[in-house]
């Protein structure tokens, strides 16, 4: 749809808001309303700054400081809610072991992979696992197994093994073009090697939806944390692919309005899965009336 009056806003065709990030925070609001008691968030539970205040708002406590270890050991009591990105099945243990309540909030689309990552490490084959370095999505994945070989998205490196059976996972939401280029060199090195893309569907769509920039497009805008992964790759593609416009990341409306825009040019607006529309609808509305 386009916005007629003074600046022209096109927003992409999917944005914002996945099906995980849903799940995820219905499900903090269905504990908290369930349980009497200190609800506890081990770090994010998902990468959005404004939904975290929210959730503290609201009462969660968010626990940040040391590992993840020493933030359930220092808990007293009360309920822990995993995040969305999945965690490392021993911290469950660690909940029992002290006596906590613990719930999962981790997306089903992040639980499959585990299991299947989970099914191959069991049938004693050899497993590489792409993703971001200390991200909670990754590290959740390598805690399965210590013999999982990590690749490293911003710097790829194949390790040498010795197996036949060789599976390839990755993080739900890395860039698809990078994940192709990963798979070429994979596949030099190992032409049978079984590639699983883990790229989940709403990333896939958000990152798709990039296509729908034409020529007259002046600004990406790309709403969103910079912590959050598929936000930074949304604009990551859009640099790729569009060399000629500005890509912008904003994840506020006071960012937004610090920017100064030729205001006769057009914008594609586009957010990361975990953008909410309170951040996104003001910006859009913003900037539309900007003259
Ligand atoms: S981006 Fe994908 S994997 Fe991550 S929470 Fe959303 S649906 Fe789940």
Same mark, same amino acid.
């Given at each position: 749809?386009?916005?007629?009056?003074?600046?022209?806003?096109?927003?992409?065709?999917?944005?914002?808001?996945?099906?995980?990030?849903? /799940?995820?925070?219905?499900?903090?609001?269905?504990?908290?309303?369930?349980?009497?008691?200190? #609800?506890?968030?081990?770090? &994010?539970?998902?990468?959005?700054?404004?939904?975290?205040?929210? %959730?503290?708002?609201?009462?969660?406590?968010?626990?940040?400081?040391? =590992?993840?270890?020493?933030? #359930?050991?220092?808990?007293?009591?009360?309920?822990?809610?995993?995040?969305?990105?999945?965690?490392?099945?021993?911290?469950?243990?660690?909940?029992?072991?002290?006596?906590?309540?613990?719930?999962?909030?981790?997306?089903?689309?992040?639980?499959? +992979?585990?299991?299947? #990552? &989970?099914?191959?490490?069991? +049938?004693?084959?050899?497993?590489?696992?792409?993703?971001?370095?200390?991200?909670?999505?990754? +590290?959740?994945?390598?805690?399965?197994?210590?013999?999982?070989?990590?690749?490293? /998205?911003?710097?790829?490196?194949?390790?040498?093994?010795?197996?036949?059976?060789?599976?390839?996972?990755?993080? =739900?939401?890395?860039?698809?073009?990078?994940?192709?280029?990963?798979?070429?060199?994979?596949?030099?090195? /190992? $032409?049978?090697?079984? %590639?699983? &893309?883990?790229?989940?569907?709403?990333?896939?769509?958000?990152?798709?939806?990039?296509?729908?920039?034409?020529?007259?497009?002046?600004?990406?805008?790309?709403?969103?944390?910079?912590?959050?992964?598929?936000?930074?790759? %949304?604009?990551?593609?859009?640099?790729?692919?569009?060399? *000629?416009?500005?890509?912008?990341?904003?994840?506020?409306? *006071?960012?937004?309005?610090?920017?100064?825009?030729?205001?006769?040019?057009?914008?594609? %607006?586009?957010?990361?899965?975990?953008? $909410?529309?309170?951040?996104?609808?003001?910006?859009?509305?913003?900037?539309?009336?900007?003259?």
């Amino acid at each position: 749809m386009w916005y007629n009056q003074n600046m022209e806003v096109k927003k992409a065709s999917i944005y914002g808001f996945c099906e995980g990030v849903k /799940y995820a925070l219905n499900y903090v609001a269905k504990v908290k309303n369930e349980i009497d008691g200190d #609800i506890f968030l081990l770090g &994010n539970l998902l990468h959005n700054k404004n939904i975290m205040d929210e %959730l503290q708002k609201n009462g969660i406590k968010v626990l940040t400081k040391s =590992t993840l270890e020493d933030r #359930i050991n220092s808990i007293e009591k009360g309920t822990v809610i995993f995040s969305a990105h999945g965690h490392d099945p021993k911290l469950e243990k660690l909940c029992e072991k002290k006596g906590l309540n613990f719930k999962d909030a981790t997306c089903p689309r992040v639980i499959k +992979n585990m299991q299947e #990552i &989970n099914k191959a490490i069991k +049938n004693k084959e050899e497993v590489f696992y792409i993703g971001i370095k200390n991200h909670e999505e990754s +590290n959740a994945a390598l805690s399965l197994n210590k013999n999982i070989h990590f690749i490293d /998205y911003q710097n790829p490196i194949i390790e040498d093994v010795n197996k036949n059976k060789v599976h390839v996972f990755n993080q =739900t939401t890395l860039s698809h073009l990078a994940l192709e280029d990963i798979y070429q060199k994979i596949q030099k090195k /190992y $032409p049978q090697a079984i %590639l699983h &893309n883990d790229i989940c569907h709403a990333t896939y769509l958000r990152q798709k939806a990039l296509d729908e920039i034409k020529e007259d497009i002046f600004y990406v805008i790309v709403l969103g944390d910079e912590t959050s992964s598929n936000t930074k790759r %949304l604009k990551e593609i859009a640099e790729t692919k569009y060399k *000629d416009k500005i890509v912008l990341l904003f994840s506020t409306l *006071d960012e937004v309005k610090k920017y100064k825009f030729d205001c006769s040019k057009k914008i594609f %607006l586009t957010a990361g899965a975990s953008t $909410p529309d309170s951040i996104i609808n003001p910006i859009a509305e913003y900037l539309k009336n900007l003259n």
